[in-house]
């Protein structure tokens, strides 16, 4: 059964950090993604960040909203992803989720799940201004 497990959520004032944390479990798969979405209250859901584990492909992504300021990176023996968040703003309060799939698209220009995928519960980060 594949399982994702979110968790590093919080509250942080305003150019805190967070480190949420991904840790994927129940398949072998040889090439997928693992990437992050978010919900701000009242709005739709939104890719943020993916990761590629493939032995082609390390490619990641990172929305506009969020570049310079979040980092995606990944540990492959734990198949686990973790997001940095640094210079955190108000707007970035939402319900972060992560999710994977084997059809996926990630790159440095775009991600997107090419089904329903996989997805964790969700973990709340909440930012004060």
């Known amino acids: 059964e594949v399982q994702l497990v979110e968790s590093g959520g919080g509250l942080v004032q305003a150019g805190g950090s967070l480190r949420l944390s991904c840790a994927a479990s129940?398949?072998?798969?040889?090439?997928?993604?693992i990437g992050w979405f978010r919900q701000p209250p009242g709005k739709e859901r939104a890719g943020i960040s993916c990761i590629m584990f493939s032995r082609r492909n390390g490619g990641t992504y990172l929305a506009d909203s969020v570049k310079g300021r979040f980092t995606i990176s990944k540990d492959v023996t734990n198949n686990t992803v973790y997001l940095q968040m640094n210079s955190l703003k108000p707007e970035d309060t939402a319900a972060y989720y992560c999710?994977?799939?084997?059809?996926?698209?990630?790159?440095?220009?775009?991600?997107?799940?090419?089904?329903?995928?996989?997805w964790g519960q969700g973990t709340q980060v909440t930012v004060s201004s």
């Open positions: 129940g398949f072998v798969w040889d090439d997928y993604a």
């Open positions: 999710a994977t799939s084997r059809r996926a698209i990630c790159n440095h220009r775009i991600f997107r799940l090419l089904d329903s995928g996989y």
